[in-house]
C-alpha cells in the first residue's frame, strides 16, 4: 500500500529559540557608559575648582586685563582669550564651508565607486596626529606667513589658525557624510518626484534631516581646535599680552606671535606655579574659561537647530534654480578636491623628509642618545596606550550614545548630549594635568602607561557617544515599530536592532576618536611618558612609564637646530601616520562589511 509522506511541520520550538533573550544587562551596560562620562566630566572639573578654591582669583581682572606676569602677581587673561578666539573663528571660516560642501559632494553627487575611496582619503587625513600638523605647521606654513608678512619666524596667530582649520576639515567631512548618509532615499525620490532639481533636494529634504548630524559634526571640529594645544604651542609664537586697539591693529597681529588658554596651559608654568597659590589659581580660572567657552556653543548650537528647522523648504525663485544648483555643484565637488590635494601634500612632506623611516632598522631597533638609533621601543608603547584607551573607551561611549538616542527623554537626552560634547571640548592639556594629580600624584601611578590611557579615554568616549546618538536619530521609525509589535522588550529592542544598526557609524566614531588619541601629546607629557630610558614593554602599573611616538616627535621638533633631530622627528611621524593608517584601513573594511550586511539582510 502506498504511504503518504505528510509534510514535516516547522518547529515553533526552534523558532521560539531565536527569540532574543531578555538582555537585561543592557540597562546595567548604558547607563554605566552615561554615568562614566559624567564622572570623567567631574573629575575636570573638580580638578579646575579644587585649584581656584587654593588660591584667590579675580575674575573680573582676569577676563577684562591683558598683563600677565606672576613675579607681579598679574594675572590678566584677555590677550589669551582674544588669541583663542582669533585662532578657532579663523580655523572655522576657513574649515566649515569647504568640509560641508566636499561631504555634500560626497555623499549626494558621486557615485558610491568614486565616493567610497575619496570618503577613504579623507578619514585617513583624520588619522593624521595633531603633532604632524604641527611640524607641517613649521615646515610650510610659517615660511609661508614670514615671507608674505615679512615676520621673522612666521609664527603667528595666523599660521596657528590655518594649522587648526587644515585639522579640523576631515573630522567635518567624516561626521557630516555619516549625517547625510543616515538620510532615508524616500524623501530624495519624493523631493524628486514634485520636480525639484538636485541643489533643491538637498536643501530641502537632506538638508533638514542631517542638519544636527553636521552640526555635531563642527562642534567636534570646535572642540578640537579649542583643545588643540601641541600643534598651536608649535607656531602661535606664546607670546603674552599682546592685544590689538584698532581694525588695522587686529590685521597686523594675525601676522604675529599670540598667545591662547590651551598654549598657555600646556607650556611651562602649570609645572612652575605648584599645586596652589593665585598663580596655580588663575591657571586654573583660564582652564575653567576655556569649558564655559565650549559650553556656551554647545548651547547656542542646540537653540539654532530649532530655529533653522523651521526654516527648512524654503525655496529660490524659479528662474535661478537652474543657475544656483550649477553653481552650487561646481563648489561642492572643487571643495572635495582640497582634502585629496592636503593629504597628497601630507604624504609628500613625509616620504621626502622622513626617509630614515624607509630603513627597516629605523622601526626594529631602540633609540640610541637623544636622537639615535630607531623607534621600536616609541611604537610599542604608542600601539599600548592606543590599545589600552580604544578598550576602555568602546564600550563606556557606546553605552552613553545608546542611552543618549534611544532611552532617555528629550530633555535628558539634551543634558546628556550637552555634557558629552563638553567633555569632548575640554582640553587635553587639562585631561593631563588633572590625571597628573588625581593618578600620578593622589594615586601614587607615578609615571604609568595604564594613567595615560585612562587620560585619553575622554578624547575617544564622546566621539563614539555622539556618533551613536546621531546614527540611532536616523533609525526608520518602521524598524522600531516592528520590533515592538513583535513583542520585544526594549532592551531586547536595543540589542537586536539598534546595536546592530549603530555598529558602523560607532566604528567610525572610534576610529575617529583613536586617530585623534593617537596624535596626542600634552595628556601623556604630565603622566605617561618619557623621552628615553624607560623599558620596551612596562612590567607594573606605578612607576611604569612608557616612550610613545607624539611626545618622542614634540621632543625632537623642539630642537630644529640640530638636523639630525630633525630628521629624526619627521622619520617619527612617517611611521606614526602608517601605523595609524593601518589602523584605519582595517577598521574602515570592517565597517563596510556590517554596512553591507545591513542593507542587504
Known amino acids: 500500500m502506498a504511504t503518504t509522506k505528510t509534510p514535516a511541520r516547522p518547529s515553533i520550538t526552534s523558532a521560539e529559540g531565536k527569540r532574543p533573550r531578555p538582555s537585561t544587562w543592557v540597562w546595567s551596560w548604558v547607563y554605566a557608559g552615561a554615568l562614566a562620562v559624567a564622572g570623567l566630566l567631574l573629575a575636570v572639573a573638580g580638578y579646575l575648582g579644587s585649584g581656584i578654591g587654593s588660591g584667590t582669583v579675580d575674575w573680573l581682572n582676569l577676563v577684562t586685563e591683558s598683563a600677565w606676569s606672576p613675579p607681579n602677581a598679574a594675572f590678566g587673561g ?254 561642492r565637488l572643487g571643495a572635495l578636491l582640497l582634502p585629496s590635494a592636503l593629504l597628497i601634500g601630507i604624504l609628500g612632506l613625509l616620504v621626502t623628509r622622513g626617509t630614515s623611516a624607509f630603513n627597516p632598522s629605523f622601526w626594529f631597533s631602540a633609540a640610541t642618545g637623544a636622537a639615535g638609533g630607531g623607534v621600536r621601543d616609541q611604537i610599542t608603547g604608542t600601539l599600548l596606550l592606543v590599545v589600552t584607551t580604544g578598550l576602555l573607551a568602546l564600550p563606556l561611549g557606546f553605552g552613553a550614545g545608546i542611552l543618549i538616542g534611544t532611552h532617555a527623554s528629550a530633555r535628558t537626552a539634551r543634558a546628556l548630549q550637552t555634557l558629552t560634547l563638553v567633555l569632548g571640548g575640554v582640553p587635553t592639556i587639562l585631561l593631563g594635568l588633572a590625571g597628573f594629580v588625581i593618578l600620578s600624584t593622589t594615586m601614587g601611578w607615578g609615571r604609568s602607561w595604564l594613567a595615560g590611557a585612562i587620560v585619553l579615554v575622554p578624547v575617544v568616549a564622546p566621539v563614539v557617544a555622539l556618533t551613536t546618538a546621531a546614527r540611532i536619530r536616523s533609525l526608520p521609525p518602521e524598524l522600531t515599530e516592528s520590533a515592538l509589535s513583535l513583542g520585544l522588550t526594549r532592551a531586547q529592542y536595543i540589542r537586536s536592532v539598534v546595536v546592530p544598526y549603530t555598529w558602523p557609524a560607532t566604528v567610525t566614531g572610534l576610529l575617529l576618536g583613536l586617530a585623534r588619541a593617537a596624535g596626542e601629546t600634552a595628556p601623556l607629557l604630565f603622566t605617561a611618558t618619557v623621552f628615553f630610558g624607560a623599558p620596551t614593554v612596562p612590567n607594573g602599573i606605578v612607576e611604569s612609564p612608557v616612550q610613545a611616538l607624539p611626545t618622542h616627535i614634540f621632543t625632537l621638533s623642539q630642537d630644529s637646530g640640530d638636523p639630525q633631530a630633525v630628521d629624526q622627528a619627521w622619520g617619527s611621524a612617517m611611521v606614526l601616520v602608517l601605523i595609524t593608517a593601518v589602523l584605519l584601513s582595517a577598521a574602515i573594511a570592517l565597517r563596510n562589511r556590517f554596512e553591507g550586511e545591513r542593507w542587504t539582510t
Open 78 to 331: 584677555l590677550a589669551m582669550i582674544y588669541g583663542t578666539a582669533v585662532v578657532s573663528i579663523l580655523a572655522l571660516v576657513l574649515a566649515v564651508p569647504i568640509g560641508w560642501a566636499a561631504a555634500i559632494a560626497l555623499s549626494e553627487y558621486l557615485p558610491p565607486r568614486i565616493a567610497r575611496p575619496m570618503r577613504t582619503c579623507v578619514e585617513l587625513l583624520a588619522a593624521v596626529p595633531s603633532i604632524v600638523y604641527g611640524l607641517i605647521g613649521i615646515a610650510v606654513i610659517r615660511p609661508v606667513i614670514a615671507s608674505i608678512a615679512d615676520v621673522p619666524g612666521g609664527d603667528s596667530l595666523a599660521a596657528a589658525g590655518i594649522v587648526l582649520a587644515v585639522m579640523i576639515v576631515p573630522t567635518v567631512v567624516a561626521v557630516s557624510v555619516d549625517a547625510l548618509s543616515a538620510v532615508p532615499d524616500r524623501y530624495r525620490e519624493a523631493a524628486y518626484s514634485l520636480g525639484l532639481t538636485r541643489g533643491e533636494v538637498i536643501r530641502s529634504a537632506v538638508l533638514p534631516l542631517a542638519r544636527p548630524g553636521m552640526r555635531a559634526a563642527v562642534l567636534l571640529g570646535l572642540a578640537r581646535a579649542l583643545g588643540e594645544a601641541i600643534a598651536v604651542f608649535l607656531v602661535v609664537g606664546r607670546a603674552d599680552g599682546r592685544m590689538p586697539h584698532s581694525f588695522g591693529e587686529f590685521l597686523d597681529s594675525l601676522s604675529h606671535p599670540g598667545q591662547t588658554l590651551t598654549t598657555k596651559l600646556a607650556g611651562p608654568e602649570p609645572v612652575l606655579a605648584g599645586t596652589s597659590g593665585p598663580h596655580f589659581a588663575a591657571l586654573c580660572g583660564l582652564g575653567l574659561l576655556l569649558l564655559a567657552l565650549v559650553a556656551g556653543a554647545t548651547i547656542w548650537g542646540t537653540r539654532e537647530r530649532r530655529q533653522s528647522t523651521r526654516k527648512a523648504g524654503h525655496l529660490p525663485a524659479p528662474r535661478l534654480r537652474q543657475q544656483r544648483d550649477q553653481v552650487l555643484t561646481v563648489w
